[in-house]
Structure formats: structure tokens, C-alpha cells
């Protein structure tokens, strides 16, 4: 056969096999075509990137078990399809929850602080939300911190600015969406309290508000279109962290089912599920903190799947981050190739609790006379930490060395005394107060913008972990991306934010 000949050949071979691979191509599209999602949650993980979730397993693993290594899964991890996507904004490689939480509620990118319109804020985007309540689909927002805060307000409404809190309250009530739930809002009479409350133009557009755990679990699918708030609200009128919530507060869990309960119809819903406090307590380097806000948070993606395995060929779940927060790693110089987490137990209550306790402390207490050892005590009951003589630790030290276990286990929470030099330092600038304490580059550094003695606190204990934080803002990493249900497998690769927007959509055949 001349060259020619074979070459021929070749190009009939190659042409027959496009033709085959775009058959099936097309068969393909024309079955995912047949089936599309009714039902779909979009669940997203504030902050909560690989580091988090690996944390969150890790931790299980050691309250479990700490004299080996290992995980516990989480659910969300067990999931068939598993992808990563980028997080930039147009105007910074380390996006902010307003544009990345557009970049999925939209399918464009933004300016950092803008939320569902385009970067210079002139433009409204079209919101998933709003082409899936167009369908006939009922929708919910759930978060666990105030919804109008800038992730939920990306699914309902447009601003310019993410800090316009009353005017995305007045938004919300103007939506006709179905469900809202979780945190309260910020500002419902404006900035400076001078406006005309929000929560009553939110009940005049025909909400039922409820404010309780009883009429929230009274709530049924004749209720109506409702805006459920938990009974107990922080100073940002978010829920609790999981670590500092009592009885009788409402978990991201149960807002879920109890969403899934209001909005199931033959036309199917769309629900948005924010686990917000995650990226807080990163924020503030408090590990312990941010575990407990993903456990709760996987047990709400645990309820979700539930409903998966009831209607698997009409559900998508997705489970995702807009970003990661602390620049949190699994590893620390001082601990090396050794984690401890099983230490992380020690801590009783989130870095907000312990601000509270000092708070009190610095009204009885002046700085000029106060003392570490006044809170000692509280910081053991706190922490865990055990305030040992340099003696004493050497001694113990000793023994350790020698396999006395015992010896061992009294030094794994022993304040060294590098650690106690640093404690007093930090104690004397939280006496200082936020208006007298130094505002230079090294104070920042180690403290950012938070209590001085709290964040140093959290932060020897993350290290005795084997926990290491970068950073109190986000950082531009990936972010994984997990899915099950109808158009799963979409889902697996390596992509950017706004394709999630086009994956959903495309799933739910809009």
C-alpha cells in the first residue's frame, strides 16, 4: 500500500472514530437531557477547603482513638464525585464571600464586595434562584450565620456592596422565595436604627417569622412562605457556634430537614445550606471552633442525603467551599511529622466564649493591677493547659524520656516557658484595651484583630495539635467540590467557581 494509500486509511479510521465518540456523545446528552434534577441542594462550607474537612476527620478519628492515626470520614467526603474549583475574584486572586458566593448563585465572576451584579455594580445577574422559582420550583436559603449576610444574600439579592444589609433585608421580603432560615439580620432598621423595621416588611409580604423552637417544629408544609430565626442569636445575630450551643437552640441540621419538609412539591425546590460560622472561627485561628462548625455542618449534608436516597434519580448534592480561611495546615514545626489532635479536646467553648469571660474579668480588674495568675485557673478549666514550675517540667521531661507514660501524659498540655512568656505578654495587651494596644505590624502578626490573650491561647494549643494557621483572612487556594445525584459526574475535574453555575443549571435543565 503506497503512503498516500495508508494515510487514506488512516483519516477514514479517525473520521469513524469521531463519528462514534460523538454518537455516543450525543446519546449521552439526550439521557442526562431525560433526566433532570428536581430537587437540588447546594451546600456550602464557609472557609471550608481541604484543610478543614481533613481537620474535621482527623479529629473524629482521635476522640475515637488517639494511640494510632487515622480518619472518620465525613459524609460529604464519601461522595462519588470529586473535584476542585477556583476561587478568584475579577479584582484579587483571594476572593470574598460576596463574589464567589455570585460566581455559583450567577455563573460570572465579580469585584470582591459585590454581590450578584456585575464588578462595577451596575448590572443585576440572573440568579439560579430565581430561574429555578420560574420553573415552578419552590426555594430555601439556610445559613448558620445572618442571612443577609453576603453567601446567602448572593441567592436572592443584588448589591453593589455587600455591608447594605437593610436594603438585602428589604430584598428578601420582596423575593417570593419559600423558605428562609437559620441567623436573624444585622441591621433590620438600617444603619442607624432610624428606618422602618424589616422583619415587618418581611411579615407584610405574607412570612410567617417564627422566633422559637416550638413554633419552629410546629412549622408544616401548610405554613406558607416562612423566615424561621433561631431563639438564640450572637452579637451578629448569627446561631451559636456548635461547640458554645445550648439546649433548646436549633441546629444547621434541623433547619434543613425541617426546609426539606416545607418546600417538597411535585415541582421540586432548591436549597441553599451555609455552614458560615466555619469561616469565622478560621478567621480567628480557633481550630477546635471550626471542626465543630464542619461536624455540624456535614450533619446537615447527612440530612440532604438522606432525601438522596429517596429520590436518587430526581436529586443533586453538591457540597463546596467559596474559599478557604486561616490558611489552615495539617503539620507544625514544633510537632514535625506528629499530629496530637486528641489534645484539641481540652478546649471547652469557642474563642468567643473566652472573649466573653475576660470582657467580664476587665470590669472588676484594672489593667495596672491585674495579674495572669488572677485567671489561671480559668484558662486550665478553659484550655486544659496545666501551669507547671520550670522545675517541675524538667523533671517530667526526665521521666518521659525514660517511658514513663504517666510523666507523658501530665506534659502534653505543660505550659513551657517560652509559651508562658508569650501568655503574659498577650494578657497585658488584652488588659490594654483595643484602643490602647499597640497597632503596629508585629502586634497584627501575632494577634490580628482579636483578643490578644484568647488568640494566643488557641494558637499554642493548635500548635501542641500539630495545626498551623497563615493567615487571618482567606487565601486563594482551590477549593474541593463534591456531588452526587443526577449529573454527578460533571462534577469531577479541576474547573473554575462559575462552572458550578452552569453545572446546576445544566442538571436542572434551565
Request: include cysteine.
Amino acid at each position: 500500500m503506497s503512503e498516500m494509500s495508508v494515510r487514506a486509511s488512516a483519516r477514514r479510521r479517525g473520521i469513524a472514530v469521531s463519528l462514534a465518540v460523538l454518537a455516543l456523545l450525543a446519546l449521552s446528552s439526550a439521557s442526562f437531557a431525560a433526566t433532570k434534577a428536581k430537587y437540588v441542594f447546594l451546600m456550602i462550607g464557609d472557609g471550608m477547603a481541604l484543610p478543614q474537612r481533613n481537620a474535621a476527620e482527623i479529629f473524629l478519628a482521635a476522640e475515637k482513638d488517639a494511640t494510632k492515626p487515622g480518619i472518620i470520614r465525613l459524609a460529604m467526603n464519601e461522595l462519588p464525585a470529586q473535584g476542585m474549583c477556583t476561587t478568584y475574584s475579577t479584582n484579587s486572586l483571594i476572593t470574598d464571600s460576596a463574589a464567589a458566593a455570585t460566581a455559583f448563585a450567577c455563573g460570572e465572576k465579580t469585584k470582591s464586595g459585590v454581590i450578584a451584579m456585575d464588578p462595577k455594580g451596575e448590572r443585576k445577574l440572573p440568579i439560579i434562584t430565581q430561574l429555578a422559582k420560574a420553573s415552578g420550583r419552590k426555594i430555601g436559603i439556610v445559613s448558620s450565620v445572618s442571612i443577609d449576610h453576603a453567601t446567602p444574600a448572593a441567592f436572592y439579592a443584588h448589591a453593589a456592596g455587600r455591608s447594605v444589609y437593610y436594603g438585602i433585608a428589604l430584598q428578601l421580603a420582596e423575593s417570593g422565595f419559600d423558605f428562609f432560615a437559620g441567623g436573624g439580620l444585622k441591621k433590620p432598621k438600617g444603619d442607624k436604627g432610624d428606618q422602618p423595621d424589616a422583619f415587618e416588611a418581611i411579615a407584610k409580604a405574607g412570612y410567617s417569622i417564627t422566633r422559637t423552637r416550638d413554633d419552629f417544629l410546629k412549622l408544616n408544609a401548610a405554613s406558607g412562605k416562612v423566615m424561621a430565626v433561631n431563639p438564640v442569636l450572637d452579637r451578629d445575630k448569627a446561631l451559636s457556634y456548635e461547640i458554645d450551643r445550648k439546649d433548646g437552640e436549633i441546629t444547621l441540621a434541623e433547619f434543613t430537614a425541617k426546609g426539606i419538609e416545607l418546600l417538597d412539591n411535585p415541582n421540586g425546590f432548591f436549597m441553599m445550606v451555609e455552614g458560615g460560622k466555619i469561616d469565622w472561627a478560621c478567621h480567628a485561628n480557633d481550630a477546635v471552633a471550626s471542626i465543630r462548625d464542619t461536624v455540624a455542618f456535614d450533619d446537615a449534608v447527612r440530612v440532604a442525603l438522606d432525601f438522596c436516597k429517596k429520590h436518587p434519580d430526581e436529586t443533586l448534592v453538591v457540597v463546596l467551599a467559596d474559599h478557604e480561611t486561616g490558611g489552615m495546615s495539617i503539620g507544625f514545626a514544633g510537632t514535625q511529622y506528629d499530629t496530637f489532635f486528641s489534645k484539641l479536646k481540652s478546649q471547652k467553648g469557642s474563642y468567643i466564649a473566652f472573649d466573653s469571660y475576660l470582657a467580664e474579668y476587665k470590669k472588676t480588674h484594672a489593667a495596672e493591677t491585674a495579674t495572669f495568675d488572677d485567671i489561671a485557673a480559668k484558662v486550665t478549666e478553659f484550655f486544659g493547659f496545666r501551669f507547671l514550675s520550670d522545675e517541675r517540667i524538667v523533671e517530667l521531661e526526665s521521666k518521659a524520656k525514660g517511658g514513663d507514660s504517666a510523666a507523658a501524659q501530665e506534659l502534653e498540655l505543660a505550659v513551657k516557658p517560652r509559651e508562658m512568656k508569650e501568655l503574659r505578654s498577650a494578657f497585658a495587651q488584652t488588659m490594654k484595651g483595643a484602643k490602647e494596644r499597640s497597632s503596629d505590624e508585629e502586634t497584627y502578626l501575632l494577634y490580628g484583630e482579636y483578643e490578644p490573650l484568647t488568640i494566643s491561647l488557641t494558637h499554642i494549643l493548635n500548635r501542641k495539635a500539630g495545626i498551623g494557621w497563615t493567615t487571618y483572612a482567606h487565601t486563594g487556594v482551590p477549593v474541593p467540590v463534591s456531588a452526587i445525584g443526577v449529573g454527578q459526574e460533571t462534577f469531577n475535574g479541576y474547573y473554575d467557581n462559575t462552572d458550578v453555575h452552569a453545572k446546576m443549571k445544566a442538571a436542572m435543565g434551565l
